[in-house]
């Protein structure tokens, strides 16, 4: 399920349809550090994980965590590159 650009992914409404066949750990950006909302998610099974902000204490978090918030960095790198790329085709 994708969402318009407008809409704010973080709101309640919106991110249950977009988390419901999702269970374990789901990443996010900074923008998704909320209490409520890691607390609504950790009730259906999901586990959010996320950077911290720069005023933020730091936490322990698990290895393979630090390592998959790497990777998602990167796929974030290659779809921010193909959109670029594809805005910029003309056909």
């Given at each position: 399920m994708v969402t318009p650009g407008n809409v704010d992914d973080r709101n309640?409404?919106?991110i249950?349809?977009?988390?419901?066949?999702i269970y374990g750990k789901?990443?996010?950006?900074r923008g998704y550090i909320s209490q409520?909302?890691?607390e609504s998610?950790?009730?259906?099974?999901?586990?959010?994980?996320t950077k911290l902000k720069k005023n933020m204490?730091?936490?322990?978090?698990?290895?393979?965590d630090k390592i998959?918030?790497?990777?998602r960095a990167i796929i974030e790198s290659?779809?921010?590159e193909l959109k670029k790329y594809l805005s910029d085709s003309t056909y």
């Open positions: 309640l409404k919106v249950f349809p977009l988390s419901k066949n789901l990443f996010g950006d409520s909302l890691f998610l950790y009730e259906k099974g999901i586990q959010l994980i204490k730091n936490k322990l978090m698990p290895l393979v998959l918030l790497r990777k290659v779809n921010d």
